[in-house]
């Protein structure tokens, strides 16, 4: 079956238009994670979420949503600890990612009925994003882009250098408190694509195979977006002639494209190198 064939099921179109509106959020907020050095952080959002699908499962909710609330506040409350408790970051990140695997374990197995299917959740299946999902990424997109425009300047100064932006003025516990939210909602709404154990790589590769090319923070996000974009596509086709998990060969396709950059870039600055130039 060929690209157009695959194009007339409404699970592969929603499949292509999740990824772009996912590949938006995570491009902008990933570049936020890589140049605060929040990576460690947003992996432990990401597995604190399991705690909130453990509720959701055992109370009947939407996993989804009960995911949202219990990472933003394990979002918060990591910001919190570190920042206000003197409790070194670190460790705030292990008390969280810790408690939310904990409570996520415990309730799973407690809740009634038939067992969940957490594989469309910790390894992830972008085969299954609804038309609900794919609105709610494109709000959060769109909510995220026009935070990004009207704070531009005082998310650059906080990404870089925090003591120095509060010296300026800027209001750097709104930033940090609101850039910690949306990483805890772009995190869950995009569960579906690659899964919990995955996630990560998702705002994280994209925005390190850009940095190879760019250094300039909007040029960073825009790359992003459009590598992150590339690989959730590039990913889907492949998995699909394959026959492998969507999930696992989206990030293994990113992966291969950092490499694959790093190597031209590489060649390329040997090649321009004074003893090589003659």
Known sequence: MDLPELLQYAFFRNALVGS??????????????????LVFISGGITHA?????????????????????????????????????????DSAIAVFWSLGMAIGIVLTFLSPGYAPNLSEYLFGNILTITRGDIVALAILSLVVLLFFIFFYHAIVSVSFDTEFART??????????????FIAVTIVLSIRLVGIVLLMSLITVPQMTANLFTVNYSKIISLSILFSFVGCVAGLLLSYYL??????????VLIVMFFIAKAVKGIKTFSLTPSNSK
């Open 243 to 252: 026959n492998v998990p969507s999930g696992a060969f989206i990030i293994f």
């Open 168 to 181: 300026r003025r800027v209001p750097t516990q709104f930033i940090e408190y609101a850039m910690m939210l």
């Open 49 to 89: 979420s399991f705690g909130g699908l453990g509720i959701g499962f055992y109370f009947g909710l939407s996993p989804i949503l009960s995911a949202m609330v219990f990472s933003v506040f394990s979002a918060f409350g990591i910001q919190w600890l570190s920042s206000k408790q003197g409790v070194r970051e």
């Open 20 to 37: 772009l509106f996912a590949s938006i959020a995570c491009g902008i907020i990933g570049t936020y994670v890589v140049s605060r050095r």
